[in-house]
C-alpha cells in the first residue's frame, strides 16, 4: 500500500486549485501553480486545432501572464472517475523549470489524493 502524503495547507489549496480547474473547464487534467508571493494560477489541458497545452503548461502561462517570475509548487489532476495520477512529461516539466528549477510538483487523482511528487528539475 502506497505510503501517505501528508500536505501543509498551501499544498492542498493547489491540489483543490488543480482539480476544480478540471472540473471546471471539463478537461483531462488541470493544474495549479502558486508563485513565491503565495499567488496562484491555474490551468487545464487545452486541445484545439490550433493550440495543445497541457494543464501545467496553461498554469504556467497563466503565471508567466500575471508577471510572476519564480514558482515555487505546482500541483497536476487527472482522470475523470479515476483513481489514476496523472503523469507529467517532460515538455510541462520543462516550462515549470522555466520559472522554478526546484518547484515541487504534486501529481494528484481527480479525488486529490496525491500519488507523487517529483520537482521540476530532473
Known sequence: MPETIHLDAEDAKIVTLARSAQARAGAQEGAAVRDTEGRTYTGATVSLPSLTLTALQAAVAAAVASGARDVEAA???????????????AASLAALRELGPTALVLVADQRGTVRDVLRAAR
Open 75 to 89: 500541483a497536476v489532476a487527472s482522470g475523470p472517475n479515476s483513481v489514476e495520477a496523472a503523469s507529467v512529461d
